[in-house]
Structures are given as C-alpha cells and as structure tokens.
C-alpha cells in the first residue's frame, strides 16, 4: 500500500504585499513541495491583527495576497489554501495552548522583543502569545513539516515544546513538527539595510521589493541598494549587501555563489545590482501577469476559499474535539 504523503502547514501574514523575502524565503518552496507532500497553506489574518491595520487595508491585503500565493505557483487543486479566520478552531486551539505556554518561554521570543521595540506604543497580548497561535496553526493539522524562513524556526521550537508538555500530560494527541529551512533564501535582507530582515513592515520603501512593483521600481531599487567597500563580487561575511543580492539572484536563477563571482569577476557593483534586478524583474512579470488574470475572477477566488475552508475545517475540528475530549470538557 502507498504511504500517505506527509502533510505541510505555513502561512504568510497579510500585513503588507508579499515581498522578495517572503517569496524567496517561503512561497517559492512551498510550490516546490507542493508534489510531494500534502499542503495547507493559509493567510495569517489572525497573526495579523497583532499590529495596528485599517480594516479595508487589512481586508484588501488578505485577498491580494490569496490571489499572490496562487500566482506564485501554488496549485489551488493541489493545496489548501485558506484564510485563518474562516477555521475557528485555530483561535479555540490557541486559547487552550495557552493554558499549557509558560510566560518564562513566551518572554525569550526574538520576535516578541523585535516586535515591541518596534511597536513601543501597542505591545498587547496577541503580539505575546502569537508563539501559542503559531503552535495551534500548525498542531492542529498534525503537520510533519513547517517551511519557514530562518527567523521563524524559534517559533516551531516552542510549538514542539508545547506540543511535548501537552502529549506528556494527555497521550499521543499531536505529532511533533520539524522546521524546513530552505538552503538558499532562508534569510533575505533589506536592500537599504543588509543588517536587517527584508520585511513587509519595513519604513524605507526602497528596502523592500513588492511582489506587485513596477519594472522600473524594481530595477532602480536594486541600482540603489546598499553595498559594500570595494569594487569585486564576492560572497563573504565583511560584504553584507553584496552577499545579500548575490542570495536574491541565486535564489532566483539557480546559479551557485560560485557561478556568479566567475560571471561578474572583473565587472563591477553597477553591472552587477542591475543584473541582479533585471533577473527579479523577469521573475516578478510573470507572477504579477498571472496575478492580474486570477484576481479578475471573483467568483472563482470565493468558492475556491469557501471549499478550502470547509476542507480544512474538518481535519482542524477533529484534533480540537480529541483535544477537548483529553483534557476533560463535557461533550455536546
Ligand atoms: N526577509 C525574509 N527572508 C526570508 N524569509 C522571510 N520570511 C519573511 N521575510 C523573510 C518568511 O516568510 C514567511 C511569512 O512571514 P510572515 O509574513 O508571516 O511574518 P514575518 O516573517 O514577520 O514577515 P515580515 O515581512 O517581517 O512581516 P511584518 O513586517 O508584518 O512582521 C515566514 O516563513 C518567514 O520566515
């Protein structure tokens, strides 16, 4: 008999466009995975809310970037792809994991201490316990792998340590999950920055580019990204900026650190960043041209996330019912 395929779970917040990190760091692998294993991908919406949107901005996002993961290349016949918000039980998981997340190991959180320092004026909850949401995201789908960028694999750490607290208590209940790390593109940093993440919620806008940029957007922010002293194309530690586009463009045309210093040895910086976003140009016409088609139709997009939904609620009701059930809840 044939194995059942193992199954993935990821998910992007819709906080901004997607950008080249979020591409580069999770959308492009989650379609290489999409063959061989069993894929529920989702729009944070519920992580998204840790930060201040407007409601039309936040609502618009979701469904851009709904439509961005499917012209990505994420096969909606293949994958579930769904909005968060539309499976309660990941908020009802969340509470309940919250119950068995210590304060102490919430507190260690990278993201938790970026993120306030960031946000001084509204470090709520949400932004506290998002580890424990992260975990019932993933738990409740008994996912084998979670694909994430290298600045999320403290949060499949905590959730396998939740995960543990709760099986040692109560049985067998959730399977255990391994982070994937993509080799290349686990770490995409700013263009204006290459200290620091290429993020969506970055100020400078010629830091990041928008899956959604304009050609000519694209390529004048790679002309102006930061770069090092000197003058050669190298990847070593003491040449962030350059070490940072030569990732983007491996990561892009599947040419080795190595290929690229030969390609560019005795060219300069110049030649080099408009290579680099030529090549990110071409990537992002053909994402944004099957973009435009997909989101023109509406009716398509809905029933598409009303099946995908109702798809994911089903496995999702079941590990909440089990957990319910372990921990001493009447049944209806
Ligand atoms: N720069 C990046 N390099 C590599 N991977 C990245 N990811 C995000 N940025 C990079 C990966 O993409 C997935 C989705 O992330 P997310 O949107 O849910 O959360 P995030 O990592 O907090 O993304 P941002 O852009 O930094 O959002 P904001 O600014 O709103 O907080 C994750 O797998 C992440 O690792």
């Known amino acids: 008999m044939e194995e059942p395929k193992k199954r993935i779970l990821s998910g992007i917040k819709p906080t901004g466009t997607l950008n080249l990190g979020g591409y580069l760091g999770a959308a492009k692998n989650w379609?290489?995975?999409?063959?061989?294993?069993?894929?529920?991908?989702?729009?944070?919406?519920?992580?998204?809310?840790?930060?201040?949107i407007n409601p039309a901005q936040l609502r618009k996002q979701a469904k851009e970037l709904y439509a961005l993961y499917i012209a990505c290349g994420l096969d909606p016949e293949k994958n579930t792809i769904f909005f968060q918000s539309h499976v309660h039980q990941h908020a009802e998981l969340a509470w309940v994991l919250d119950c068995y997340t210590m304060f102490g190991e919430l507190s260690r959180m990278t993201q938790f201490k970026d993120k306030s320092a960031k946000n001084a004026d509204n470090i709520n909850a949400g932004l506290f316990t998002y580890p424990s949401l992260m975990a019932a995201d993933i738990l409740?789908?008994?996912?084998?792998?979670?694909?994430?960028?290298?600045?999320?694999?403290?949060?499949?750490?905590?959730?396998?340590?939740?995960a543990n607290r709760f099986n040692n208590l109560y049985g067998e209940v959730f399977r255990l999950p391994e982070g994937y790390v993509p080799k290349v593109g686990a770490r995409i940093k700013s263009l204006v920055n290459p200290m620091q993440k290429m993020s969506k919620s970055e100020q400078d806008p010629n830091g990041t580019v928008n899956l959604l940029d304009r050609r000519d957007d694209v390529i004048r922010k790679f002309k102006k990204a930061v770069t090092d002293s000197g003058s050669e194309i190298l990847y070593t530690e003491d040449k962030p900026g350059i070490k940072n586009l030569m990732t983007i463009y491996s990561a892009v045309n599947g040419k080795t650190f190595e290929e690229i210093e030969r390609e560019f040895d005795g060219k300069g910086y110049g030649d080099f960043k408009l290579a680099v976003g030529e090549s990110v140009a071409d990537l992002l016409s053909g994402i944004q041209e099957k973009y435009t088609q997909i989101s023109e139709d509406k009716t398509y997009l809905e029933n598409l996330?009303?099946?995908?939904?109702?798809k994911a609620s089903y496995i999702a009701n079941k590990t909440l019912r089990k957990v319910y059930?372990?921990?001493?809840?009447?049944?209806k």
Request: proline share 2%.
């Open 31 to 52: 379609v290489a995975l999409q063959n061989e294993f069993d894929c529920f991908y989702f729009i944070a919406d519920l992580h998204a809310i840790t930060i201040r």
């Open 140 to 162: 409740l789908y008994q996912a084998d792998l979670v694909p994430v960028g290298e600045d999320q694999t403290q949060h499949v750490e905590i959730c396998r340590d939740i």
């Open 325 to 331: 059930k372990k921990i001493g809840f009447v049944e």
């Open 305 to 310: 996330w009303r099946g995908s939904a109702e």
